[in-house]
């Protein structure tokens, strides 16, 4: 190790180095002596804790931890198991300076979670870390500064971190881990008492704050809080009231409305933070040790939030202390005690501390003015999702000060008779058996209404008034609180509510933005309460407040963000406007903004349009098609780097318009629509989509032809681009379109596009996918000039063969394959397509070669990664090797025994297994049991012509697959000729049998109990570990008819019986057959005659 220091050290200074060649060889240096062990992680660990130079140091712990995460990950067990690497760590921790600790740590949570965390095999770890702690430099009385207190609190913060979270969740009720039982009781304990005596330090000291005794009050509470967030270890629990009076402490001494704070004072903010965030665990959960120190507690919260009207002057960590107090509040209402302690005080805190929270102040204009997206995400959220008690961390005040507001809307005040229930919420259903018994009022209707009805609504007269203004913001914000409260109301009650106190406020647009913004997020939050018969007042509002223009110097762009999302909100909860004209016109007249920002809010909003009115908006399509692509246009790059946001938004908007109209034109909308308007609608579509697609692919290539000619637009888009390119393609029924529409140039790019395709992502490959077949099926009908071969590229550039429509094509799907399931479903498919659907002449038949090679090579490879465990995904792979192996059978065998000995085997045996009827999902199209069998046939007879003696076991496996295939297609066949006779009587009779069991689900329905729920969550975490769960989109694509083009007219029940025919003396010798096989069989097909073989 020695000898090893002074080169690592070298080696360590070079990778600071500027120069890249200097730095690459260091790095390859270091990567050669890594492998020395343990010499090498000793030397840096060694150089770490040792020396003067700081860079080095740093530099040498940085290395470290990276060699220790290639170390666990690789699998080795030596950082984990070594006691002497393990000690010369753990002392490293405990002296480092702070910059260097802070990598180091990193280096030994790697450890920590391998070995003591997963595997509990470093045992001695918490004696001697409780041993370090008691005799470090700021607690022992004897003075030994050799080890460092903050550090070995570091230390102990790591080890206790992993313990926040449940470790098994197979498990519905997990105990808590024996590691965190012993950091418990021999640690957290004694830490008590160390805890109360640096606290009542740090609070005897004025006006100065003493940064060591913070750190160690704050690390102290993040333990606490890692230990309690999940778990409780057994010996917490009886010393909980003291830990919790001490932090109480901390909260108390708090002054959150100070506005100069030092960096210092940031320590006691943050464990105020993590004190609150303990008593929001405690209560939510470990109840039955809160209870007790509930009012306690309580009484600190109600301290906090009634410094809330000054949350505007407020920093970031003191509004996170006001805001973790009132989720605290909403927690504890939930309970039945802590409702009974909070109750009293709901008119106090709404006064003095929810109502203050949610008024306007300086902050917020300041914010409006220079951070408008800023903005919108803390004042007008769109994720406040359902109100609730047990809601997590709101992570502002006003967030969790609405929640909480909700919360109380719907609390149930004192018991009233039903002759003082008020009208809104005493109405009954007829016969109700409660009527005339006491009944009780919500807090919304008794406190929260009243209270809000006091502020007025402000006029003209009171423009200048901002205290009014301001006060009515916060009006506005608490009544986007009272969803849940309003939907328990009669409709007139909202109605009366939203035409009195919201909608006035439209006529004040050019005097109070803010309000108008406000405004148009209550009417989304209340999309799912508004009556229907204030739809147009409504959508008049927000469409004004949508086309609302700047007002002087305040910019109006959070009103219309607002507004748009707003509508998207109701048009979401299918509240729909009274006619869609008026909505797109306005959307169709803003949508050519040069701000990105603003294009990009209303091409979301024109998506929804178009997803959500559907038929409606349909015949609108071909007049505003043209207007959208310009839009879009305007923000394409005219280069190849990346598209912006706004253009990305603005393809979707077209996708969805592309998916629409075509949906309306199947479904018939438009039967009644003469048929040359719809078809020139549709030519209109094409055009445009044309003309953009140019725009965005073909103009920079033909910019960059003389710089460099295998130069490629940005794949920005490629899935949704695919879907215009598919709606073209379905329109083109003549040779001359696919020249006027440039359909083999767009082509060319977009295969070039995909088969560089490398960033799978679930839901952005389906219509390339989908483009596929189109393309395909255009061949069919127009033959597309570049489809099979290439043209030679014109001078200057090289004449390098370039690749076809079908070879980008194929890469694509070679590449899909081997990507995630449903991906290769789908991949599967569209290569059963390319190979039997075109038609290949003598000339591009070796293009058919190369794309059965590289299927096949994909298949297989992606099939030995998954070979151990039968699964649905191995019937996509096979059948694709199938279909390859029965164009080239020689050629696809050579492959598969070229990755792996006996590959022809392996994959014969699998293909019979998938095809018993033992295999789930099995082969269940006619198509798939079709090519399953006439690959057999093929697998039979090259087999028999190989056998010399004896029996083989995969000739027996795949005869007796065969037949029982070839038995199953014959039953296929006969069930889906009875289906086509009984198909009307059985579309009848289910539609009976779904509304029988629509109706009996709805009586069944009952809210699942927490126990179930940790129990089915547990189930399916135990099968998702088995590889039991089938990923989203598999299920959709299990059965499947494929493209077997030519193939399709083999008849394979006569190529079996040609089969036992030619061979029959063969087959009785080399296989056996089951009885119940035989029997079947000779039902099914006696011209067989298997008789022989019983």
């Not at 309580?298 to 906090?304: G, P």
């Not at 729920?1013 to 135990?1022: D, M, Q, T």
Request: aromatic content about 8%.
């Amino acid at each position: 190790m020695e000898t090893l220091i002074p080169e690592i050290s070298k080696l360590l200074n070079d990778t600071l180095s500027p120069e890249q060649s200097i730095l690459v060889s260091a790095t390859e240096s270091l990567d050669r002596l890594s492998s020395q062990l343990p010499a090498f992680p000793l030397s840096l660990i060694a150089i770490a804790s040792g020396g003067d130079n700081q860079g080095q140091k740093v530099a040498a712990a940085t290395y470290l931890k990276n060699f220790t995460k290639r170390q666990i990950e690789g699998g080795s067990s030596y950082l984990k198991v070594d006691c002497e690497f393990k000690n010369r760590l753990m002392q490293a921790l405990l002296q480092a300076e702070p910059a260097v600790l802070k990598v180091l740590v990193e280096a030994f949570r790697i450890i920590v979670v391998a070995g003591f965390v997963k595997e509990n095999s470093w045992p001695e770890l918490v004696h001697e870390l409780r041993s370090v702690i008691e005799n470090s430099d700021l607690i022992s009385k004897g003075a030994n500064f050799q080890w460092k207190t903050i550090n070995a609190l570091t230390i102990l913060q790591t080890i206790i971190k992993p313990f926040q979270y449940y470790l098994n969740p197979k498990l519905a009720k997990e105990p808590v881990p024996p590691q965190l039982e012993l950091i418990a009781s021999e640690i957290l304990v004694p830490l008590q008492s160390t805890f109360h005596y640096f606290l009542d330090k740090a609070l005897l000291i004025q006006g100065r704050v003493d940064v060591e005794v913070e750190r160690i009050l704050l690390m102290i509470c993040k333990c606490i809080y890692f230990s309690v967030r999940s778990h409780m270890p057994s010996a917490l629990g009886p010393l909980l009231p003291s830990f919790c009076g001490d932090l109480i402490r901390i909260l108390d001494s708090l002054n959150l409305s100070s506005t100069n704070v030092e960096d210092e004072y940031l320590l006691r903010l943050k464990a105020g933070k993590r004190s609150m965030q303990i008593f929001c665990a405690l209560v939510t959960r470990h109840r039955k040790h809160f209870d007790k120190l509930m009012p306690n507690i309580l009484t600190c919260a109600f301290k906090i939030v009634k410094q809330s009207p000054s949350v505007g002057s407020m920093g970031f960590l003191s509004e996170r202390v006001v805001s973790l107090s009132f989720d605290f509040i909403s927690h504890v209402l939930e309970t039945g005690p802590g409702w009974r302690l909070v109750s009293p005080h709901f008119s106090l805190l709404l006064e003095s501390a929810i109502f203050p929270t949610l008024v306007m102040n300086h902050k917020d204009i300041l914010e409006w003015e220079e951070d408008a997206d800023e903005y919108i995400r803390k004042n007008l959220p769109s994720d406040l999702e359902e109100i609730s008690g047990w809601k997590e961390d709101s992570f502002t005040a006003r967030k969790s000060a609405i929640n909480l507001l909700g919360v109380i809307s719907m609390s149930k005040g004192p018991p009233m008779t039903s002759n003082n229930t008020s009208s809104a919420s005493a109405k009954r259903k007829k016969g109700d058996r409660n009527k005339g018994k006491e009944r009780r009022t919500s807090m919304g209707v008794l406190l929260v209404i009243p209270f809000l009805s006091k502020f007025p609504i402000p006029s003209d007269v009171a423009i200048t008034q901002s205290s009014t203004s301001n006060n009515y913001y916060g009006v506005l914000m608490a009544y986007g609180a009272l969803v849940d409260f309003l939907k328990d109301q009669n409709p007139e009650y909202t109605t009366s509510l939203v035409q009195s106190r919201v909608l006035p406020l439209y006529l004040l647009c050019s005097s109070q933005p803010y309000l108008v913004a406000t405004a148009n997020w209550v009417l989304g939050e209340l999309a799912s309460c508004l009556p229907q018969e204030m739809s147009a007042d409504i959508y008049s509002s927000l469409l004004q407040a949508l086309a609302m223009s700047d007002v002087g110097e305040i910019s109006c762009y959070p009103v219309r963000a607002s507004a748009a999302g707003a509508i998207a909100e109701l048009l979401e909860n299918d509240y729909l406007p009274p006619e869609w004209v008026p909505l797109m016109q306005v959307l169709v007249n803003m949508i050519n903004t040069e701000d990105e920002n603003e294009s990009t809010l209303l091409f979301q909003l024109l998506t929804t349009v178009v997803e959500v009115g559907d038929e409606k908006v349909a015949c609108h399509i071909p007049a505003i098609i043209s207007t959208v692509a310009t839009a879009v246009s305007k923000h394409i790059p005219p280069t190849r780097e990346p598209w912006p946001q706004v253009v990305e938004k603005g393809f979707t908007t077209l996708a969805t318009i592309a998916q629409t109209w075509e949906d309306s034109i199947q479904d018939g909308i438009m039967e009644n629509e003469s048929s040359s308007k719809w078809t020139s609608g549709w030519a209109t579509i094409s055009q445009t989509f044309s003309g953009l697609l140019q725009q965005a692919w073909l103009a920079p290539v033909q910019l960059m032809e003389g710089e460099e000619s295998n130069s490629l637009p940005p794949t920005s888009c490629i899935n949704e681009a695919s879907a215009l390119l598919g709606c073209i393609m379905r329109y083109i029924t003549e040779t001359d379109a696919t020249s006027d529409l440039k359909m083999a140039e767009l082509l060319v790019i977009w295969a070039e596009l995909i088969a560089d395709w490398h960033a799978w992502e679930e839901m952005e490959d389906l219509a390339v996918f989908d483009s596929i077949q189109d393309v395909v099926n255009l061949h069919g009908k127009c033959e597309l000039k570049d489809f099979f071969v290439r043209r030679m590229p014109s001078p200057p550039a090289p004449p390098v063969p370039q690749r076809s429509i079908i070879e980008g094509i194929g890469a694509f799907i070679s590449e899909a394959i081997q990507a995630y399931p449903s991906a290769t479903w789908r991949a599967c498919s569209c290569a059963h397509l390319l190979l039997n659907v075109p038609r290949f002449s003598f000339e591009t038949e070796n293009i058919k070669q190369l794309l059965a090679m590289i299927f096949t090579q994909a298949a297989f490879s992606h099939f030995k990664g998954i070979q151990n465990k039968p699964i649905a995904l191995w019937k996509p792979l096979l059948l694709v090797i199938s279909s390859g192996y029965l164009c080239f059978p020689e050629n696809v065998e050579r492959i598969l025994n070229k990755d792996e000995d006996k590959g022809f085997m392996i994959w014969a045996r699998a293909l019979a297994h998938i095809s018993t009827n033992s295999f789930e999902p099995g082969l269940q199209s006619q198509s798939e049991i079709k090519l399953a069998v006439m690959t057999l046939v093929k697998i039979v007879e090259r087999l028999l012509g190989s056998i010399s003696a004896g029996e083989n076991p995969v000739l027996q496996e795949c005869f007796v697959s065969l037949l029982e295939l070839v038995i199953r297609l014959k039953e296929v066949q006969e069930e889906e000729e009875g289906e086509d006779d009984d198909t009307e009587d059985a579309d009848d009779e289910t539609a009976d049998d779904d509304t029988d069991a629509d109706e009996s689900s709805e009586d069944d329905e009952r809210e699942e109990t927490q126990d179930e729920f940790l129990e089915r969550y547990a189930k399916a975490a135990a099968a998702l570990e088995d590889g039991m769960i089938t990923e989203e989109g598999d299920v959709e694509d299990q059965v499947q008819e494929l493209e077997l083009g030519v193939l399709d007219e083999v008849d394979p029940q006569r190529a079996v019986h040609s089969l036992i025919e030619r061979y029959h003396h063969v087959l009785m010798r080399g296989t056996t057959l089951p009885p119940q096989l035989i029997t079947k069989s000779l039902c099914a097909f006696p011209e067989y005659n298997l008789k022989a073989f019983s």
